[in-house]
């Protein structure tokens, strides 16, 4: 199942699309172990047919379940495209594939999730990452020396 439009349907109207698309569906390619692409896309888009061509609006989401490159947590990662607006010619050299008087949409919207994806995923700005947590336990581990310099034996 992918993100198609039947161009018969917009002869006479636009039309609405609204639902989720499987992330096998979107085949994002990652080989990436920080960032994982397992969630639906959900997407509410308005097509309508304009002169020799097919313009696309709306939203796209999808939640990305990723690993913080400092500190190794895993968190999700919302990337939205809230404005999504894809014009596709039907006509001249330019103009997009059609099959059995369908588009499909998937491609273009893979393409524009991609280039919203972080590279590197971190949980939070300041995150102190592995080596803060290792300096608060030295930190401990010196007040406890100190504690134990106090005693007189």
């Known amino acids: 199942m992918s993100l198609t439009v039947n ?4 002869e006479a109207r636009q039309i609405h699309l609204k639902g989720d698309l499987p992330a096998e569906e979107l085949d ?3 080989r990436d172990d ?8 959900n997407y509410d888009l308005t ?3 304009v002169a020799h061509a097919i313009l696309v609006q709306g939203s796209l989401e999808l939640a990305l379940d990723c690993q913080c490159v400092r500190c ?7 990337v939205k495209l809230e404005s999504w607006t894809l014009h596709l010619p039907l006509q001249g050299d330019d103009k997009v594939a059609v099959d059995n008087d369908c588009v499909d949409l998937t491609p ?5 999730m991609l280039l919203e994806f972080p590279q ?6 300041d995150c ?5 947590d290792r300096g608060d336990r030295h930190e401990l581990g010196l007040s406890a020396w100190n504690e134990l310099d106090k005693l007189n034996f």
């Open 128 to 132: 102190g990452g592995l080596n803060n």
């Open 47 to 49: 097509v309508e047919k």
């Open 108 to 112: 273009f919207a893979r393409e524009d």
């Open 72 to 78: 190794l947590k895993p968190f999700l990662v919302p």
């Open 28 to 30: 994002f390619g990652l």
């Open 7 to 10: 161009l018969r349907h917009l």
């Open 120 to 125: 590197h995923p971190l949980c939070k700005p």
């Open 34 to 41: 920080v960032v994982r692409a397992q969630r639906p896309l």
